[in-house]
Each structure stands twice: as structure tokens, then as C-alpha cells.
């Protein structure tokens, strides 16, 4: 296989799994839950690891990392989006999200459920929420993603 076509689909793998690894990371150990956007922004990833995993069985390798690259580069403008939401730049599309354990008693579930809102940023680093962040290491990953496959043989 093409150096570049390698490194691609470790890009491709590798940061779809880290930034999925960390929300997962920060969700469970950390009490961060994600709001109804922030689920948005991880299907994506989810799909971005199919692909480059489907690149290494089937061919048409190059196509299946085209299409994780373009995943990857969608989630980051999904986080983009709910960044302006976190910063009051623009109006948010949802209502705010809460995490129900479905096995709870109904009445409890609903009176002890944290509401999860899509327009406050529970965290920050650098003055950038996780869906900043988000979108800045997507969108640049992504991107080398693509450019990468464009030098391939």
C-alpha cells in the first residue's frame, strides 16, 4: 500500500478514535454528558472508523478514506456550529438533552435528571469548548485526510 495512503487511514482511524475515546473519557469519568448536539458530532466519528476499517478489506481503498476524510471534516462542522450555539452567535436548532436511565422509576427519572443544554459549554480550554476544539482538530484532520489521498499513486 502507497506511504500516503497509510497515513491516511491511521489519520483517519487514530483521530476519529482519540476524539471519540476523550468524549467518552470525559462523559464517564469526568460527569461531562453530552447535549443533543454533541451526539451529533460523534456519528460521524463512528461512521469515519467504518470506513478506514472497510478500507483495509475491500477495494476501492481510496474512495472508503475519501468518505472517512469527508465524515471527519462533517462532525468538525457540526461542532463548529454548536460552538456558535455554546457562544451565542446564532440560535440552536434543539431543545436541550437529558440522560434517562430507562430501567429508573419514571416519576424519579424525570425529577433527578441533570438537563443537559446544548447552549452552555460545560468545559473549556483555552477560551474553546469541546465542540470548538471539535471542530478546529476535525476539520484540519479531515482535510489532511484528503490532501493525503490526493499525493497517493
Known amino acids: ?20 475515546g476523550g468524549a467518552y473519557i470525559s462523559e464517564i469519568g469526568f460527569g461531562l454528558y453530552p447535549c443533543e448536539m454533541c ?4 456519528w460521524p466519528h463512528f461512521a469515519a472508523i467504518a470506513f478506514a476499517l472497510t478500507a483495509t478489506i475491500v477495494p476501492w481503498r481510496k474512495g472508503w478514506l475519501a468518505l472517512a476524510g469527508l465524515a ?3 462532525s468538525g ?11 451565542g452567535w446564532w440560535e440552536g436548532m434543539t431543545s436541550c438533552a437529558s440522560a434517562v436511565d430507562p430501567d429508573a422509576d419514571p416519576l424519579d427519572a424525570i425529577m433527578n435528571t441533570p438537563v443537559i443544554r446544548c447552549d452552555v459549554a460545560p468545559w473549556s480550554l483555552l477560551g474553546v469548548s469541546l465542540a470548538g476544539w471539535n471542530f478546529l482538530v476535525s476539520v484540519a484532520s ?9 499525493r497517493t499513486r
Open 1 to 20: 500500500m502507497d506511504r500516503n495512503l497509510r497515513l491516511a487511514q491511521t489519520l483517519a482511524l487514530g483521530v476519529s478514535a482519540l476524539l471519540l
Open 39 to 42: 451526539w451529533w458530532q460523534r
Open 72 to 74: 471527519i471534516i462533517l
Open 77 to 87: 462542522l457540526i461542532g463548529g456550529f454548536h460552538a456558535g450555539v455554546e457562544y
Open 142 to 150: 479531515g482535510l489532511a485526510v484528503l490532501v493525503l489521498l490526493g
